[in-house]
């Protein structure tokens, strides 16, 4: 199984219709990428829903744009979208 810092480090190569499904939102966090409505394999493994890579690709750009065209690490990249999964909005400038 990958971690969550695995499935953000390979965004740009997902589809992005897939959902992310996971354990919790640090970067060890056990993770795992689905076809959108096969939540399933998702529940068994414990893993509930995260985030939709359409929209984790969404919460890196806007952090980016709003960084005046920053170019994120891994780690910006996670935080941008566990700010999202959580708050449902984007992550603020400091």
Do not use: C, N
Not at 10 to 32: C, F, K, M, N
Not at 67 to 75: K, L, M, N, W
């Amino acid at each position: 199984m990958q971690t969550l810092r695995d499935v953000v480090g390979a965004l740009d190569e997902l589809d992005e219709e897939a959902v992310i499904h996971t354990d919790g939102t640090s970067p060890a966090a056990r993770a795992v990428v689905l076809p959108a409505g096969d939540a399933a394999e998702a529940k068994a493994d414990g893993l509930r829903y995260f985030l939709e890579v359409a929209l984790a690709r969404d919460a890196v750009d806007v952090w980016s744009a709003w960084r005046d065209g920053a170019e994120p690490t891994v780690d910006d990249k996670l935080m941008a979208i566990a700010y999202y999964a959580t708050h449902d909005a984007y992550l603020p400038v400091d």
